[in-house]
């Protein structure tokens, strides 16, 4: 049905729902905290867990902090870091961090994603790509599956 065979009224009222779906794509960004506020957060995260912290929730951060790193959270111990680079897209905030670990010494260089306002979210590139992509989510057993049955 083409527009001018519409009622106006019915014609205005379309427009109004239809404006605000055209403003979506800006607030992808608006997901991203600002570039600074998002290095220093990382840098607080970092320096958590360099003096001995554990990962989560970062205490007397504001806004909230919470990080999600699976070898800090299995014991893994930072000696130093170094933010590297920095590189910002519509969608997403990543850092190239170089770490400094203990036990065994050595020193590699890791990519993290800095999400939010309020949590601000830090991610390493491994748990965010297993968050976004579900990649290596538990795995269901035969015996689990719904509708599964012996001998079928």
Same mark, same amino acid.
Request: aromatic letters at 8%.
């Given at each position: ?8 009224? /019915?014609?205005?009222?379309? @427009?109004?729902? @239809?404006? &605000? ?6 607030? *992808?960004?608006?997901? /991203? &905290? ?15 867990? !360099? ?5 989560? *929730?970062?205490?007397?951060?504001? &806004?909230?902090? #919470?990080?999600?790193?699976? &070898?800090?959270? #299995?014991?893994? !111990? ?9 590189? !910002?897209?519509?969608? #997403? ?14 020193? #590699? ?33 035969? *015996?689990?599956?719904?509708?599964? !049955?012996?001998?079928?």
């Amino acid at each position: 049905m083409a527009l001018s065979f519409m009622r106006p009224g /019915l014609c205005l009222g379309l @427009l109004f729902l @239809l404006l &605000p779906a055209a403003g979506c794509n800006s607030r *992808t960004i608006d997901a /991203l &905290p600002p570039t600074a506020d998002a290095r220093g957060a990382l840098e607080t995260a970092l320096k958590a867990w !360099r003096d001995g912290a554990k990962p989560g *929730t970062i205490s007397g951060t504001e &806004p909230v902090v #919470q990080v999600v790193d699976t &070898p800090w959270g #299995q014991g893994e !111990r930072l000696k130093s870091f170094e933010i590297l680079d920095e590189d !910002r897209t519509a969608s #997403q905030l990543r850092f190239s961090v170089r770490l400094a670990l203990a036990k065994p010494e050595r020193v #590699q260089e890791v990519n993290y994603y800095v999400l939010g306002r309020g949590p601000v979210m830090i991610f390493r590139e491994e748990d965010y790509l297993r968050n976004i992509n579900m990649e290596d989510g538990p795995r269901l057993s035969k *015996t689990t599956r719904p509708g599964w !049955r012996r001998g079928r």
